[in-house]
């Protein structure tokens, strides 16, 4: 486990990674917000993107919402998956937002997590973006990439949140969580880019190959320098990094290439 001190300067480096990172769902309130978290389980955030528009043209708020039937609604959100769940979940969050809430969504973690289809994970999402209240909403890639640098231990969300909540100030919560999600789609991948990381020199992972994966034993104990991407992959992944994401490989300790400086990959 890290120190605040040792943190701060991890997330110093993810920011520089990663300087727009914020959360890919398109909305203007917290309604919006709400309801494409919701469409986003086992979906992505593209897919949702394509589906708010409309959806938010014919409910425009909690109100319209909570009178739409599951035969209306099922259509417009079947693409992300999981539609009747879902259509069942939106339109009873909309329903106890009109009945509980006035029709406001709660910027309060307890009331939001009482919402159906409304866990930990979207709560914060919507209080981090969309009501100004610290939250660090922790998912899949989270977990990885806390769990492979040493920033957090184990599978459960809610404790790995609790880690990374006391090692940070409260307002850079939301956005290490936006930085970590970003960091394990672009970089820190379930094969990782670790020539191409930022944070390689502070990672356990990169140092060792030892630290628990938290996604099973897809990386957990592998060498980094045996996972590194093929020579034509580096080149091309590389080309953006900063010089300082070529530290000695941890499994050979010879020297990484050398990259050139620029913007983050994408
Ligand atoms: S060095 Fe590798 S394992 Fe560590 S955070 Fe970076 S990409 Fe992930």
Redesign the pocket.
Known sequence: MKSPTVATAIFDALDEQHPGADTELHFTNAYELLTATILSAQSTDQRVNMVTPALFARYPSPAALATATAEELEPQIHSTGFFRTKSKSLIGMATALMAQHGGAVPADMDALVQLPGVGRKTANVVLGHALGVPGLPVDRHVL??AN??GLAEGEDAEKVEVQLCALLPTERWTRASDCLIL??RR???PK???????????????RTGD?TDARGAR?AGRK?GITQPKPKTITKATKNASPKAAPKT?ATGAPARLVKPGKTSQ
């Open positions: 990885r990439v492979r640098i960091h394990g970089v820190c991948k990782p880019l670790c020539p191409t990381c930022l944070v390689q020199e502070y990672c356990d992972y990169a630290a990386g980094p941890a």
